[in-house]
Structures are given as C-alpha cells and as structure tokens.
C-alpha cells in the first residue's frame, strides 16, 4: 500500500526566506513522485515530478525536490519565496504500473508574508 | 501545449437532484481519465480510473451507481453525481495522463443546497 505523509500542515515563512515542504512516502516498487499547488479557489498546477535519474528535479518558479531512496522522501525547496508562492502544496505518489492513480498527501498550507 | 478543460467550472444544485460535468483533454491523447474529490478542507480522494477500451475502475467509497462515467474517446469523458447531497460537495478534479504526464483541469465546484 501506498502512503504519503505531508508532516506539517501549515507553513509560514516571510518573502525572501528559503522554504522546505516535506513530503514522506511508503512504497517498496519503483515510484514516481510529484508536488502540485493549489491556489485558493482553483485546482491542481503541476510543478515538477521525480522517475528516475537525477534525484534532484528541477520545477516551474524556482521549486525544486529532492528524492531520497533512504528517507523515503521527496521534499520541495525554494530558496527565496514570493508572497505569490502562498498556496497549499500537494505531495503525490503513484506506481506507473497504476496508469494515472496518484495517491495525495493532506497538503501543507504556505503563507508567506510580506 | 497540453491542456485539460473542465465544465463547468461552479454549479449549483438542490439536494437529491443529479448533475453531470465534462472533461475534455486538448493538445494530447489520454490515456487514462482519473475523477478525483476534494472535500472541503481535505485532500483530494480518487473516485475512479477510466481507460479507454477498459472497464472503469471505482474506489472502495465510490460506486458507479451513485457517480457513472462515461469516456468514449481518447480526449472526453464525463461524470454525473447522482442524487446530489451536502457529502457531495467539493472540488471534482478531472486527471488526463499520458506517459508519466498527468495534467489536471481546473475542477468542477459543486455545491448542493
């Protein structure tokens, strides 16, 4: 079974600051990984996903994540917020053999402060 | 680009009543179609998995009685939520995958008075 783990639910940091969202996850198989962000009032915009090779994923905005096979995670990083970046950010996980299930994390909710 | 249209985007319906919303892949082919629910304050929670030529595939709290879809091409597919109550409101999510690419449409805003 499948699990992710968001550890904190609330973020808040002011504009400028570097930032970490966790994200852990259960699986024994190959995995694919992925953060989504959820703008108040809209849906789901992809910001980057982890298969393979470099554990260290590149997304949209200045967001990156880093895969680690011995943690079992896949945490978000920025190093310098926007008060735009305020959002709640969703961790997800899927098995390819799946074909299109992702499983979410509970979210964590970033305010960031001017 | 590769985009997934949701409609409509808000509807409203009374209590008991049925309500039907259409996803619609454009610049790919899907592969799958994944209906997801997000409940106020919670995560999002997948309803079913739908391939093309395949049967749809329900979750353990969701059956095709209460939410049937329909997904005949590679680019379509659409959900009623039958007899609508205040449990079933929320944001429904619409996934379209391709490859290892899932892109999501903006969600369909239920409300139910």
């Known amino acids: 079974t499948q699990t992710v783990s968001q550890s904190d639910a609330h973020v808040t940091v002011f504009e400028g600051d570097s930032v970490e969202l966790r994200c852990n996850y259960s699986?024994?198989?190959?995995?694919?990984l992925s953060w989504y962000i959820q703008h108040h009032g809209h849906g789901l915009q992809f910001l980057l996903k982890?298969?393979?090779?470099?554990?260290v994923v590149q997304g949209v905005n200045g967001f990156e994540a880093e895969f680690s096979k011995s943690d079992s995670s896949f945490h978000l990083r920025k190093a310098s917020v926007h008060w735009s970046d305020s959002a709640v950010y969703f961790c997800?996980?899927?098995?390819?053999?799946?074909?299109?299930?992702?499983?979410f994390g509970l979210g964590t909710t970033l305010q960031v402060q001017p | 680009g590769a985009l997934v249209y949701q409609y409509p985007r808000r509807t409203i319906c009374k209590s008991g009543t049925s309500m039907r919303m259409e996803c619609q892949a454009v610049?790919?082919?899907?592969?799958?179609v994944a209906w997801y629910r997000q409940s106020p304050q919670k995560t999002f929670e997948l309803i079913a998995l739908?391939?093309?030529?395949?049967?749809?595939?329900?979750e353990q709290n969701f059956t095709q009685e209460k939410f049937p879809i329909s997904h005949p091409n590679l680019s379509f597919s659409s959900m009623t939520v039958l007899n609508a109550y205040l449990e079933d409101r929320g944001l429904y999510l619409c996934?379209?995958?391709?490859?290892?690419?899932?892109?999501f449409g903006p969600g369909t805003r239920l409300t139910v008075l």
């Open positions: 699986y024994g198989g190959s995995i694919y």
């Open positions: 982890y298969y393979s090779g470099n554990p």
């Open positions: 997800a996980v899927s098995a390819p053999g799946n074909t299109g299930k992702l499983i």
């Open positions: 739908s391939t093309v030529n395949s049967a749809i595939k329900y």
């Open positions: 996934g379209a995958k391709t490859g290892y690419e899932q892109y």
């Open positions: 610049g790919f082919q899907a592969t799958s």
